[in-house]
């Protein structure tokens, strides 16, 4: 089946199409500062105001408009997850799992705290259903439910006899449900944060390339492509946009595509016999598809097929053919966007923060950032203004092994996941 586009189909972010990114007025920048932030997303943004309260000067710089990275191209969906559950992590890190875990239920509640504070993003606590793809998945998804159970969250399995009551697909084995999610406008909780930053007294400089990085004693000089900024610390937050500036970081991350249809508005009938509590749907798969209804009534679909550079048509076929397949009740609906943008993966999976050639970072969220990276970057400028680490600092960090064949591998291992996602 042809994919049916819009007559005003573009390829861009639904969420900026309607909430553009905010340009601030072009200021000069300071010659000197208390924190440079290099990357303007929830990260950046979220780190500098941390800092401004505390009564640091900081000044944000971003290569591109404020907010051009993952944070205004995701799909919005407010997800207090490691990729392990609570039990996995007390087992791998001992009491550092602990906090590990309180850590996600922080950031998750940080987002809530923000939104009540006057972000208004069109937030709705919906909860999540995470779907088994296979029957081999059910028992995992059955285990977890009572693992975050006793670990004093909201959780519940629902076994495929019932599923009907959660979703409008005969596509999946068994479900788990987690009440404490949600999802928003990506871009407009973007918009909040900028503002919070303007009102915090954060310099805000877009369109500003951070080029090097040099210590000198206990100062720092920032070169950039519009002039040099001599601070007292610096904190990258670049996630799967890191770029030569600091190499020991860029090799920590993995920038892999991840894609994004929307729908036109759905009728509402439709909509509630797909998704009748407006859960955050994701799948189990290695590859797994993202999918939920927006505050208007689009669906907004996910994911990606392979490892390897593709482009916005073809991904954009591709995951229209598979929500035909999840939702054949979607196909006279047309699509009006697609995008793409980068999630930042680990060798671990863990989200990485710490100290790197001098300079405070914090990075790979592997794909659930939305709340994590906004807590993460508040975390670290606490950190550099005094306060103590986060956990995540205690990980080890480990780089991503061959990082300069990525090219070569990336497209090998990635037929090794979908071959284990399709294997009976
Ligand atoms: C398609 C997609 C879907 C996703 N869906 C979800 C989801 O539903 N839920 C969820 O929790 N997470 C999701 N994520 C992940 C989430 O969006 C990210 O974890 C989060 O937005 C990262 O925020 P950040 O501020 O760390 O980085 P970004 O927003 O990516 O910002 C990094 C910035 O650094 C700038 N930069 C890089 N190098 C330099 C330099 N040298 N000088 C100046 N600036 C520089 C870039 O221009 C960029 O703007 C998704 C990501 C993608 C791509």
Redesign the pocket.
């Known amino acids: 089946m042809t994919t049916p586009l819009a007559p005003d189909y573009a390829e861009v972010p639904l969420w900026t199409d309607e909430a553009p990114l905010v340009e601030p007025g072009r200021e000069p920048l300071p010659e000197s500062a208390d924190a440079v932030v290099?990357?303007?997303?929830?990260?950046?943004?979220a780190a500098a105001t941390e800092l401004a309260r505390r009564g640091h000067d900081a000044v944000v710089?971003?290569?591109?408009a404020?907010?051009?990275?993952?944070?205004?191209?995701?799909?919005?969906?407010?997800?207090p997850e490691l990729k392990v559950g609570p039990a996995r992590l007390e087992r791998r890190y001992g009491a550092l799992g602990r906090r590990l875990f309180d850590s996600v239920n922080e950031a998750f509640d940080l987002v809530e705290q923000l939104v009540g504070e006057g972000i208004d993003c069109g937030y709705e606590r919906t909860g999540q259903l995470y779907l088994a793809h296979h029957p081999r998945l059910v028992d995992h998804l059955r285990h977890e439910a009572d693992e975050m159970r006793a670990a004093g969250q909201p959780a519940h399995f629902v076994p495929a006899s019932e599923l009907w009551s959660e979703i409008g697909s005969d596509q999946y084995f068994g479900g788990l449900v987690l009440e404490r999610t949600g999802g928003l406008q990506?871009a407009r909780f973007h918009q909040g944060l900028v503002a919070r930053a303007a009102a915090a007294g954060v310099g805000l400089h877009p369109h500003?390339?951070?080029?090097a990085i040099e210590r000198s004693g206990s100062r720092v000089r920032v070169t950039?492509d519009r002039g040099d900024i001599d601070a007292g610390a610096v904190v990258v937050?670049?996630?799967?946009?890191?770029?030569r500036?600091v190499p020991a970081l860029q090799r920590r991350v993995l920038p892999v595509g991840?894609?994004?249809i929307a729908t036109e508005r759905l009728d509402p009938d439709v909509a509630a016999a797909v998704n009748p509590h407006r859960r955050?749907f994701v799948d189990t798969k290695n590859f797994l598809f993202?999918w939920r209804l927006t505050a208007d009534g689009r669906m907004v679909f996910?994911g990606r097929r392979s490892l390897a550079p593709v482009s916005i048509a073809e991904a954009r076929d591709f995951l229209h053919a598979s929500m035909m397949r999840i939702h054949p009740q979607l196909r006279d609906v047309a699509i009006t966007h697609a995008?793409?943008?980068?999630?930042?993966i680990t060798f671990d999976r863990m989200p990485q923060a710490g100290v790197l050639d001098g300079v405070h970072y914090?990075?790979g969220?592997n794909?659930?950032?939305?709340?994590?990276?906004t807590w993460l970057?508040a975390r670290v400028g606490a950190w550099v203004a005094g306060d103590d680490a986060p956990p995540f600092t205690e990980l080890r960090a480990p780089r991503i092994p061959l990082w300069s064949l990525r090219r070569a591998y990336l497209p090998v291992v990635g037929q090794w996941y979908r071959w284990r996602d399709r294997r009976p």
């Not at 907010?67 to 919005?76: E, F, I, L, Q, V």
């Not at 937050?237 to 770029?243: E, V």
């Open positions: 290099v990357g303007g997303g929830y990260c950046g943004l710089v971003d290569r591109e404020l907010g051009w990275g993952a944070s205004s191209r995701n799909g919005g969906m407010v997800i990506p500003t390339e951070a080029r950039t937050a670049t996630n799967a946009y890191a770029d500036l991840s894609y994004i955050m993202y996910g995008w793409g943008g980068n999630v930042a914090a990075t969220c794909g659930s950032g939305v709340a994590l990276n970057g």
